[in-house]
Structures are given as C-alpha cells and as structure tokens.
C-alpha cells in the first residue's frame, strides 16, 4: 500500500518495505507470513461429472459452461480438480543476506513439515526438512506461531548481528 502512495492502515499487520527498497542499506533482512487455506470439500462432488474425481477432502469444480469468453467449451462440460483441504499451509520465507529459506507446515493428518534454501534450490525440489536440529525446527514452529497469532505494526522479527532470529526478540502485539 505504501509503495502505491497509499495510506497503510494502523490494523495493518508488520511494516512496510518501501524504505528498504529505496536504500537497501537500511535492511538487515526479513522474515515474512505466507498463507494458504485449502479450498476443499467434504460435501461431495459438486456435479455428477466430478464422481470419477473427486475423493473427500478434494475442490472440484464444472468447467465448460461459462457465458463468458473462452467458453462454453465444445465436447460439453469438464471436472476440474485442483485443490485440497489438506493443502493448507503456514510458512516463513526469511530473506537475509546470508539466509534465503522457506520453513512451511501443513496442516494434515502427516503434520508435514518443508524447508527449502532457496539460494541453492531455488524452484523448491530438496526438501531438507529433515536436515533441522531439533532447536532448529523449535525456533522455526515458535517463529511460525507467534507470526500467526500477532497484530499491528509491531508484528516485525528481529534479527542480531550474526543474522539469526530468536524467538524471544520478535515484537508482537498479541
């Protein structure tokens, strides 16, 4: 909003990255919330067409009558399936520099953890999650947690010197 001449809201979560952006001295990195919530259902397929496709859990949808442009399709109506509820997601994307990874946990029965370096794989294709310390996959679940449940421009992570996050120093308004 801020990079858009926009006046940022008080209820806005964090600060932002405009300054940083224009003198990228003043950034010692960041730390960042991404969200995904899966579009699943356990209702049913919403079609019959869908019946082959859909599994509990899964979002289907009918493709093929649409009044707009590029449909209707020819050969009549499609099942599209494209998500789940067990593709929901929190994740911490820290970009420092001398740290660019992702940290992700899913919310599904597995309680299926990722983490990536996106400096050496960068399209996300190791999983080296299972390379954390015990410490390491704490700090980043507290780090994820508090990310999560904090509010306002307080909501910042902070880094020290040698560019590693404690949980303890992350300003949270909860």
């Excluded at 001449?5 to 990228?24: A, F, I, K, N, R």
């Excluded at 820290?94 to 660019?100: A, D, Q, R």
């Excluded at 410490?135 to 020290?160: N, P």
């Amino acid at each position: 909003i801020d990079i858009a001449g926009g006046h940022v809201p008080e209820y806005m979560d964090g600060t932002s990255v405009l300054s940083e952006l224009q003198d990228p001295s003043l950034s010692s990195g960041r730390s960042f919330l991404v969200e995904y919530y899966g579009e699943g259902d356990t209702e049913g397929p919403p079609h019959p067409i869908c019946a082959s496709q859909w599994k509990p859990g899964m979002y289907c949808e009918v493709e093929g009558m649409e009044t707009l442009e590029p449909g209707p399709f020819e050969g009549g109506l499609l099942c599209s399936c494209q998500d789940s509820l067990n593709n929901t997601y929190s994740c911490i994307r820290t970009m420092t520099p001398e740290k660019n990874t992702l940290y992700c946990e899913f919310q599904d029965s597995e309680s299926f953890v990722e983490y990536y370096n996106m400096t050496t794989d960068r399209w996300q294709t190791h999983n080296k999650a299972d390379t954390l310390t015990t410490s390491e996959h704490d700090k980043f679940h507290t780090l994820l947690s508090t990310l999560k449940t904090c509010r306002g421009q307080a909501c910042v992570v902070q880094y020290h010197t040698d560019n590693d996050v404690d949980s303890n120093q992350i300003l949270a308004e909860q």
